[in-house]
């Protein structure tokens, strides 16, 4: 029989802020979205004020004044390297890993262990312990049900953060099903929640009890497994291997209207390369690139102007040079004066693994930096990411994002490492 387990970090951007500040342990706190707009991230204190993910900050300042709440801008170097430390330590205890987000992850335990409440427990403690994270464990026979039993362990402070689905006879699985909200089950999103209200499916245990012919008629075939699953049916395998992109993304609002065209090259200058290094980073190229600019589609007393182009490369390449190049000439077509823009970015198109590479009949002129990519890679690794760029870089960006309130890149810059006294 299999047996999954989800992993989920306990209010994880919150926690990580916590890790290197614990006078912050039991105090309201909030972690905001890029240029300080909305909420998050909420640990469990500011939750119980009423704080709800998504809200614009300007709407609970109020909130935020009379309880004292600790407001952190987001800081993803930080969140980045703990979620990889937990994930490594994950790895090391247990071969067969799916790691699904930032925060949280499946395992597969059939061959590892034949207690899993146990494992669980000491896996739970030792990650504590080692990284100083949280994390609430659930077990089931499927991944849904695992997501279910997860859901248990973080809300039930009487099970310890371990909850298992794993051989419970079925009386007791339905008693949990019958107080999940359709709506909260694993795979069913917003459309699906308002035909199955519609229909008088408003938890999982009656979702369980509906047809499987009605299911698919209605859902699919995805519906239908998301019905097997919580039948106890296994469905869903875990991804051992990350599934490769396509594409990858680089982009940002800006921090404030930006009018001067050299200045909003910068930030796309900058998009470039992040991206590039991604893409190197997986020993990817790509195909084709594209760059977008806008202006602030919210701001109805301006003139709107929104426009992006792509350029075909003639020879695949991972090269931040190449592509800065090659970035220029499409922001020369789409740039217009009389503009104030807030949002600009780029997007590597069409990408494959390196090594397939097959190279073209007449020798290209813009021949790849390898060996000068792979020192500012390895120089921004171990200085600090964008330390090392490309062209010439303003003094003021003004392009980039607000963080009034961003915590020390404690375990990622060797200035921000927390100095203990010997006293």
């Not at 009487?158 to 099903?177: A, P, Y």
């Not at 008088?200 to 979702?207: H, V």
Request: one cysteine or more.
């Amino acid at each position: 029989m299999s047996i999954f387990a989800l992993i989920d970090c306990n209010n994880f951007y919150a926690s990580c802020e916590r890790v290197f500040q614990p006078k912050l342990n039991k105090k309201p706190l909030i972690v905001l979205s890029n240029n300080d707009g909305c909420v998050i991230a909420r640990s469990q204190e500011a939750k119980k004020l009423g704080i709800s993910m998504g809200v614009p900050v300007f709407k609970i300042k109020n909130i935020i004044q009379k309880h004292s709440i600790n407001t952190f801008s987001s800081n993803y170097a930080l969140y980045g390297d703990m979620s990889s430390r937990v994930m490594s330590i994950l790895a090391e205890k247990c071969p067969d890993i799916e790691i699904y987000s930032i925060d949280e992850c499946f395992l597969d335990l059939e061959s590892i262990t034949n207690d899993p409440v146990k494992w669980c427990k000491k896996i739970r403690q030792t990650i504590f312990k080692w990284v100083g994270i949280p994390v609430s464990i659930g077990i089931g026979p499927t991944k849904t049900l695992a997501k279910v039993a997860n859901k248990i362990a973080k809300s039930d402070i009487t099970t310890k953060g371990v909850f298992s689905l794993h051989n419970t006879n079925d009386v007791e699985i339905d008693m949990v099903l019958q107080n999940i909200h359709i709506e909260d089950v694993w795979g069913i999103g917003r459309q699906w929640s308002k035909m199955l209200h519609i229909n008088k499916i408003f938890n999982a245990l009656e979702l369980k009890k509906s047809s499987e012919i009605w299911i698919r008629k209605k859902m699919g075939i995805t519906g239908l497994r998301t019905l097997k699953e919580i039948k106890g049916i296994p469905c869903h395998r875990l991804e051992l291997e990350p599934i490769q992109s396509k594409s990858v993304r680089c982009s940002r609002t800006f921090g404030k209207a930006v009018g001067e065209k050299e200045k909003v090259f910068d930030a796309i200058r900058l998009f470039v390369q992040i991206a590039a290094s991604k893409i190197r980073k997986k020993k990817l190229a790509c195909r084709a690139i594209q760059v977008f600019v806008s202006t602030d589609r919210f701001n109805k007393n301006i003139e709107q102007y929104s426009n992006s182009a792509v350029s075909t490369l003639i020879t695949p390449t991972s090269d931040s040079i190449v592509l800065v190049l090659e970035a220029r000439r499409i922001f020369n077509r789409l740039w217009k004066d009389r503009y104030l823009y807030r949002k600009g970015g780029v997007l590597l198109l069409d990408l494959f693994p390196k090594q397939t590479i097959i190279p073209g009949f007449f020798p290209d002129t813009k021949k790849e930096n390898y060996q000068l990519m792979q020192a500012i890679d390895k120089i921004n690794e171990k200085f600090g990411r964008n330390c090392l760029e490309l062209g010439i870089k303003s003094k003021k960006s003004e392009w980039k994002m607000k963080q009034h309130n961003v915590s020390s890149k404690f375990t990622t810059r060797w200035k921000d490492i927390i100095k203990v006294s010997a006293n």
